[in-house]
């Protein structure tokens, strides 16, 4: 008998313990505080179906922060990406509700400070000589003056949210070369746009990992999903909504971002 109760105090204690440790693990959970920042790649612009409150913000709940949330079920979300940020943006809008509590930020930003926009028009139409010279004026950007932008707003990131995991999420390559598009820009644009996304991207994963955050590439599942492969993810030219051209479509943000996050935050 005295063996017997030993045996189911134990067993007892072993499952108090099994208890707590679940309680802390949900009060763990419970307490978990995710801040979505940066642009239109964040905001979910070409996804559809924005909240009409956001403005022109364009967020919605098909982008990547807000369907990780909702799998998540965070006990505080705070969306504040905004389509066309700049870095400036950010830290003048967008890190208010970051704190001491907050525990995961994402972020994408640097495209729109490296004149994305302009770049794609310009490609679109002018010559392709007039769209390589202005892709290269992008990548000087992008090495002279862009890393002291984003460290201001990595820094501020950090000043706010000592403990939160920072995930920084990269740009896609935009076109599969060689693939099935018979018309609009030549080869040779579509080879130095995807380099421009390259250069853009380590450059940004330089400075995320100078300040010891992950960067989180998102070409590998955006691969065999880029413009002309028959199977976009993107959006090409779209003449009913010009904003939303070269965006990642809701399957772009389901297929390509959100996995990149899942795995990294």
């Not at 943006?89 to 704190?99: E, H, T």
């Not at 904003?243 to 899942?262: K, W």
Request: some cysteine; charged content about 10%.
């Amino acid at each position: 008998m005295p063996r017997l109760a030993a045996w189911t105090s134990s067993l007892l204690l072993a499952a108090g313990a099994a208890l707590f440790g679940s309680g802390q693990a949900a009060a763990a959970s419970a307490d978990f505080g995710y801040v979505a920042l940066g642009d239109s790649y964040s905001s979910g612009l070409g996804a559809g179906n924005y909240d009409s409150s956001s403005g022109s913000c364009k967020r919605t709940p098909r982008a990547y922060p807000a369907l990780w949330a909702a799998a998540n079920s965070p006990q505080s979300f705070a969306f504040t990406a905004c389509s066309g940020a700049r870095t400036g943006d950010v830290v003048a809008n967008q890190l208010g509700p970051l704190n001491s509590g907050t525990d995961l930020v994402s972020i994408t930003i640097g495209g729109n400070d490296a004149g994305f926009s302009d770049v794609m028009t310009t490609c679109v139409l002018q010559s392709e000589s007039t769209c390589v010279n202005r892709v290269n004026q992008a990548k000087g950007y992008v090495d002279s003056t862009l890393p002291a932008q984003l460290d201001r707003v990595y820094n501020s990131i950090r000043g706010k949210a000592p403990a939160a995991r920072v995930v920084v999420l990269g740009y896609p390559r935009f076109y599969k070369l060689n693939g099935t598009c018979i018309a609009g820009l030549t080869e040779g644009e579509r080879a130095a746009i995807n380099g421009a996304a390259d250069h853009l991207n380590a450059a940004i994963a330089k400075r995320a990992a100078d300040h010891g955050f992950t960067f989180a590439s998102v070409v590998g599942t955006f691969t065999g999903h880029e413009i002309c492969s028959g199977s976009a993810w993107l959006h090409s030219v779209n003449w009913a909504n010009i904003s939303e051209s070269y965006h990642p479509t809701a399957a772009g943000q389901s297929g390509g971002y959100l996995p990149v996050l899942r795995n990294n935050a």
